[in-house]
T-cell receptor, first 114, second 113 residues
């Protein structure tokens, strides 16, 4: 399996809702990432997990809460979002070490906050 | 802070022509340089990468060159085809461990039949 998968593909939520995005990889990668991408912009790093521990939080608002239950799974819990949080949320993974740096992206979740 | 500049922002070529996209990075410690292609509505797809101990790398119609002294790297696409139309992002990072990619702003390439 050489893919990163994400669910759901699309999500519409109100500002008072709580929802979660899910990401899964079975490539044995030990680093996993959450990115936010706005239209016509590059991906913007939000969080990095390395060996299931949070290694980077790029000053992301607390209404976004990441979780790494195991080495294959990554969640992003959403609560009290704002309309400006509407974007494509991408998950990625990389081998970490072993002389390999390639980072592979999932298909993303298109989030709309109403 | 760390920064990657990418030019041009848009590029329009005729099918069969070559296309060149250029990036400049600021962090001298960067040693891993991937290129991603993103079609409309799709995920960024890694198409080629290069490490600082290599000056050039080719894969069929695409090639990447790196000038460490000038902190420049470039993507070359030869014999362009309409399916090459997409947004291309360059990135730079320090390899080893997890990988914090610093992305360029992107180049929208249009290949006209």
């Amino acid at each position: 399996d050489t893919e990163v998968t994400q669910t759901p593909k699309h999500l519409v939520m109100g500002m008072t809702n709580k929802k979660s995005l899910k990401c899964e990889q079975h490539m044995g990668h030990r680093a996993m990432y959450w990115y936010k991408q706005k239209a016509k912009k590059p991906p913007e790093l939000m969080f990095v997990y390395s060996y299931e521990k949070l290694s980077i939080n790029e000053s992301v608002p607390s209404r976004f809460s990441p979780e790494c239950p195991n080495s294959s799974l990554l969640n992003l819990h959403l609560h009290a979002l704002q309309p400006e949080d509407s974007a494509l949320y991408l998950c990625a993974s990389s081998p970490e070490g072993q002389g390999r740096d390639e980072q592979y992206f999932g298909p993303g979740t298109r989030l709309t906050v109403t | 802070g760390e920064n990657v500049e990418q030019h041009p922002s848009t590029l329009s070529v005729q099918e069969g022509d070559s296309a060149v996209i250029k990036c400049t990075y600021s962090d001298s410690a960067s040693n891993y340089f991937p290129w991603y292609k993103q079609e409309l509505g799709k995920r960024p797809q890694l198409i080629i990468d290069i490490r600082s101990n290599v000056g050039e790398k080719k894969d069929q119609r695409i090639a990447v060159t790196l000038n460490k002294t000038a902190k420049h790297f470039s993507l070359h696409i030869t014999e362009t085809q309409p399916e090459d139309s997409a947004v291309y992002f360059c990135a730079a990072s320090r390899s080893g461990g997890y990988n914090k990619l610093i992305f360029g702003a992107g180049t929208r390439l249009a290949v006209h039949p």
